[in-house]
């Protein structure tokens, strides 16, 4: 794509050069002209069937670009919040598509890249971030996601095979270029393993660090047919009707001295043919007469009437086809390959790009009214937010079934089924959009979408319908979770849950479920971990009730109530509780009487039981026995308080009635763990207690009690405990009162892990020794041994040395630390430069961590980059994008990355490539 007039282009909104320069163009082949002829390529002349075949999937958005490529330093690390945020409010884009960079890559963490992410999106409820799961070197493993499809809110999307039939027919096509390196013959012959189905072997796996599910869905990623570049800003190369010659004739190779160019074709002169008349053929060729190798001898040249050329081949086997030149097999095809303005790049970020678009389609389907009825409604337009969007794809995703792998000939090779409702490799599956999405005069399913409702900790919210015709049902939740900070071991900070009721059977959000015991039935288990959850059942029958119930598990007070939307498609009708019964056994329902307020428990009937057991009783009356009775009391605030370690909280006493003398309230923290501690209004320092005072002048002044819960920087679990209220007084009815604990739930948020002094090291010549200082972060129940390797590769480039004082050099260290050292800082890593490389080269080290201390066996280690520097630096340079050869691991795998930026607009996309 050329971005060198790119306000004479109506596709390019705007262009953001980040990076100082101002090299508009895309390298040959470039990604970005890819993806931008994926989402929102549009031949011109739509009447053209043969051509305007290969749109974009979006053919009408318009893209922005931003461009953080420097030539002289690569790709410039950026904050990608204030990047987000400028995009929407600067040039009104919506929908962003952030790809994964090789600096992440093997990182399934929560990086400080999907923090801003999901900040942004936060913050901006409109604004859709779609990344991809990250595109592994060999075939994929669990746990090879990496940021930012690590990211809670962005829609992270794996890939999956496109039709096989779009392959093979565009293969036969004369505007195509093969870059993919597939086995045609084979896929002509496995055409069952080359499906939609299929989850390409390199799309990497979730689950992230804290396991969470990712990718969210899968979608097209091979066999997609977008622009291709060949890096000239100076020619009209992504034109159908030129076929890349050098500009002054607009004919390739100005007919390569043997032809004339007449309206931008070749009419080659006598003896010769080919679109450039570089074919020599039989001296009895008119010069008219353009069909390539004479059609092969299976077919007659005809005239292509648009051109008045004979260029068009028919071939005479009816029963085949042959394709543009009569050629018989699809290895006699790749010598004679087209004219090439269309290629095909196997990647994540290919299908993160199809991805982008169905979300243009689905705000457009949105934004011009066709929910809910199905036909464009002006009164019916809305804008969609980020988890309504999130949750229209997980509703309308249908699982992959298989995971097909390669031999070094590109052939398949082996074939891996799929189970669950949720998978590592596929998330909640492929997204089709005619599931969820139904059009008047098309679909029969209802879909019922809304995003306004909001819940705290302990509401619940209930909706009732009735099946009209069996067949599929699904229900999503979704919502979009506040940024979480990169340290905490679990990222989710408000929990709901998805709860669904199908003749009495029940189905739990993401249907999870283990086996505590093997004689017995699974045993389901709540989602505390994703922040959208589905149920799909695929056999509701006629009249079946369904109860569709959300819950406010539990919802932080710093970011309460929580937004969300849900999503239900199927054959229903209603939205009213007549058609379910009152209750189900475990639910409970608040009740009020005249002297306090409680809740009324669910019966085996289907209906709430008549007495109303008390939690809270008014002035008067005290709780005994979950009864309330008649006499003076004390009371708090809050019976329960929930905060992360490290946070604080506060609650208050309360006296309802007027004491006849002094009441003094000793207040007592949990004894247990020495981990909360509390303080009086007046006091300035936390303590194991605190003393109130209540007097006859002042006991109708609420006083507060603070608690605080202690940051103690180690790795030791969740916490409960109680929170002692006495009283003693000179009045009967306040000396020695029993008042209920206040329980505090704490929520650990320390995790053991290894600390490195530094993450970069960079030797600069022979012999030059760098140090990592190794510690942790916990003293340990048990030594701790981190194994570090030099990659194959790079054996006799650099080494670790032993001692500093020492010239012992080994390939291969293993550093111990235990409860003596564990914070010393004597633990070193010393690296150093035996011989320099021709060219500068980086090498990624994983540490290797074991241990008896379960809390450290198997920790994942800050990946320690090694940076080898030439004397001459020979690092490849591009006009757009960087490429950079990392040696990964022990096994010295060769990964070679690309970095650039691109933003689309409104219903188009933001880019990074």
Known sequence: ????????????????????????????????????GVIAGKYGDEANIERSQYNGIAPDAQLVVMDTFKQSAGFIEKDLYKELRWSRHATGARIHLVPSHSSQAMNPGYTTEAMQIDQFLYEHNTSIVVAPSGDFSSTASVGTISSPGTSKNAIVVGSVFGASNVILEAALDKYYIDRSGYNRDDISSKSHLYSSRSVSSFSSRGITSDARHKPDVVLPGEFVIGARSNGDSGNRNCDFSYRGGNGATDCPKDCSGHGQCVNAHCQCSQGYCGNDCSVVTDSS?????????DCNARGICLQDTSTTLYTECSCTNSTQTYGLYCLNTFSELAGNKGFNVLQVVPSTTTAAAVGAALIAITRQYFLEGFYPSGAPIAANKMEPTNSLIKALFVNGARQASQVVSFDDNKRASSLRALNGTVTPEAGNGLVALDKVLPIAGHSTFRLLAQQSESLSTGQVHSRCYKIIQGGEFKATLAWTDPPSATTNSKHLINNLDLEVIVANKRYLGNQLTTILDPNS????????????????????RENDRIRVTVKGTFVSEAFSPQVYSLVLTGHFEGDSSDFCPECYVGEQLECATSIGRGYRNCTGSGFFSGDCIMTECYTGYSLVDRQCELGSFIRTSKNVIQILEGERSAFQVILVDAPTSDVRVTITAPSSGRRVRVKSATETEYHESTVLSFTALDWSIPQRVYVKSIMDHMANGDYSGSITIETESSDFNFNTRQVKPVEVILEETDKAFVIASKHNVQLLSPNQIDIVKLSLNTTPSAPVYIHYEVPDALRGVFAFQTEQ????????????????????????????????PESTTSALLWGNVTSSDSAYHNTIVPPLI?????????????RDCIVQTFYVGNGASERTTRSCWMVVLGTAVLLVL
């Open 285 to 293: 060729r008119t010069r008219v007469s353009c069909c390539a190798n």
């Open 1 to 36: 794509m050329d971005f060198t007039n790119s306000t004479q282009h109506s596709k390019i909104i705007s262009y953001i050069a980040f990076n100082g320069e101002s090299d508009f163009r895309d390298e040959s082949n470039g990604m970005g002209t890819y993806l931008a």
């Open 805 to 836: 004082t020492e010239q012992q050099q080994v390939s291969s260290v293993i550093m111990q630390l235990n409860e003596t050292n564990w914070n010393t800082n004597e633990a070193q890593l010393l690296l150093i430069m035996q011989e320099q």
């Open 866 to 878: 090694v940076n080898l520097v030439a004397s001459e630096s020979s690092t490849q340079k591009n």
């Open 521 to 540: 039935d699974p045993v389901e288990i709540v989602d505390q971990t994703n922040n959208a959850e589905s149920v799909y059942v695929s056999n509701v």
